[in-house]
């Protein structure tokens, strides 16, 4: 599957985002699918992840509340809704997808990954 990230892009303190990452191939439902973010000279960071019938879902405490992630097998596109964004949430944002009922925390679980999409946060 190829993955592609969009949506980002400069934001004030407290305002919102949409990111949306878009799926080829037929079988998205049957993907987990995560976000994760990094800044450079960082290790890549868990956001937030979904199950692939969008049932459960699972949040990094440092967003819990503020983001929301969700999925339209539809579309095959996974989102990324960020409210009350803060100067710490700037990064390079990226999609993975995992061949599981579940996408979880750890990015080397993961099989595909999208190119990324900066987010950046001013204060």
């Known amino acids: 599957v190829q993955l592609q990230a969009s949506g980002g892009g400069l934001v004030q303190a407290g305002g919102s985002l949409r990111l949306s990452c878009a799926a080829s191939?037929?079988?998205?439902?049957?993907?987990?699918m995560g976000w994760f973010r990094q800044v450079p000279g960082k290790e890549r960071e868990f956001v937030a992840t979904?199950?692939?019938?969008?049932?459960?879902?699972d949040y990094a405490d440092s967003v819990k509340g503020r983001f929301t992630i969700s999925r339209d097998n539809a579309k095959n596109t996974v989102y990324l809704h960020m409210n009350s964004l803060k100067p710490e949430d700037t990064a390079v944002y990226y999609c993975?997808?995992?061949?599981?009922?579940?996408?979880?925390?750890?990015?080397?679980?993961?099989?595909?990954w999208g190119q990324g999409t900066q987010v950046t946060v001013s204060s």
């Open positions: 993975a997808a995992r061949p599981s009922f579940w996408g979880g925390e750890r990015p080397n679980d993961y099989q595909y």
């Open positions: 191939g037929r079988t998205f439902g049957s993907y987990g």
């Open positions: 979904i199950a692939w019938s969008g049932a459960v879902t």
